[in-house]
């Protein structure tokens, strides 16, 4: 298995405060990516980072930030939680792009509930 | 806009028998696709993949095939077995896309005993 780690592994917090998600790789990726999972959506995109201090939006980007200080590690940060953020959250690594190397790796989840 | 779409929600099958999952996609730029396998409580795990020069890819039990005109994959199972029961995913990408990967719904396969 692909060295990522998610913390914390469940979260329960209230709506209106601050929530960070950390994703650590020992695999020495460049890419990384959030996800969030939601039934009847299958998973989505919120952030990605092709490169220490490079990240873009994805689909679902709105209420969410994210910051990679690090090769290692990709931080996901909810400034404000809404109970519409309660989902199942994953973070992926792959090594870029080209044939053999689009494969994204996951990690074990984040199951954050907004009450 | 739902560029990648897994029409059927569930799927039940006999063991030993073959299972079919599906998926259809919209988007004429994407050049691969992925099969990810996911059970409770863990993340996806990646199954096999299929370029799009190729339409067929073949791993053990999994064989992925490829209808580019279609714009339709699909993901035989032969035979099926109890331990394969999970969410399967489809996913495709672009090349010029950064290696982004756009999901289809899913469909959760059940294998009977």
Same mark, same amino acid.
């Given at each position: 298995?692909?060295?990522?780690?998610?913390?914390?592994?469940?979260?329960?917090?209230?709506?209106?405060?601050?929530?960070?998600?950390?994703?650590?790789?020992?695999?020495?990726?460049?890419?990384?990516?959030?996800?969030?999972?939601?039934?009847?959506?299958?998973?989505?995109?919120?952030?990605?980072?092709?490169?220490?201090?490079?990240?873009?939006?994805?689909?679902?980007?709105?209420?969410?930030?994210?910051?990679?200080?690090?090769?290692?590690?990709?931080?996901?940060?909810?400034? =404000?939680?809404?109970?519409?953020?309660?989902?199942?959250?994953?973070?992926?690594? =792959?090594?870029?792009?080209?044939?053999?190397?689009?494969?994204?790796?996951?990690?074990?989840?984040?199951?954050?509930?907004?009450? | 806009?739902?560029?990648?779409?897994?029409?059927?929600? =569930?799927?039940?099958?006999?063991?030993?028998?073959? =299972?079919?999952?599906?998926?259809?996609?919209?988007?004429?730029?994407?050049?691969?696709?992925?099969?990810?396998?996911?059970?409770?409580?863990?993340?996806?795990?990646?199954?096999?993949?299929?370029?799009?020069?190729?339409?067929?890819?073949?791993?053990?039990?999994?064989?992925?095939?490829?209808?580019?005109?279609?714009?339709?994959?699909?993901?035989?199972?032969?035979?099926?077995?109890?331990?394969?029961?999970?969410?399967?995913?489809?996913?495709?990408?672009?090349?010029?896309?950064?290696?982004?990967?756009?999901?289809?719904?899913?469909?959760?396969?059940?294998?009977?005993?």
């Amino acid at each position: 298995d692909a060295g990522i780690t998610q913390s914390p592994r469940h979260k329960v917090t209230e709506t209106g405060t601050p929530v960070t998600l950390r994703c650590h790789q020992t695999e020495n990726h460049r890419y990384m990516y959030w996800y969030r999972q939601d039934p009847g959506h299958g998973l989505r995109l919120i952030h990605y980072s092709y490169g220490v201090k490079d990240t873009d939006k994805g689909e679902v980007s709105d209420g969410y930030s994210v910051s990679r200080s690090k090769t290692e590690d990709f931080l996901l940060t909810l400034e =404000s939680a809404t109970s519409s953020q309660t989902s199942v959250y994953f973070c992926a690594i =792959s090594e870029g792009r080209g044939l053999g190397k689009n494969e994204q790796f996951f990690g074990p989840g984040t199951r954050l509930t907004v009450l | 806009d739902q560029q990648v779409k897994q029409n059927s929600p =569930s799927l039940s099958v006999q063991e030993g028998r073959i =299972s079919i999952l599906n998926c259809d996609y919209t988007n004429s730029m994407f050049d691969y696709f992925l099969w990810y396998k996911k059970y409770p409580a863990e993340g996806p795990t990646f199954l096999i993949s299929i370029s799009s020069i190729k339409d067929k890819n073949e791993d053990g039990r999994f064989t992925v095939f490829l209808n580019k005109s279609a714009k339709h994959l699909s993901l035989h199972i032969v035979p099926s077995q109890p331990g394969d029961s999970a969410v399967y995913f489809c996913a495709a990408s672009a090349r010029s896309n950064t290696g982004k990967l756009i999901f289809g719904q899913g469909t959760t396969l059940q294998v009977k005993p």
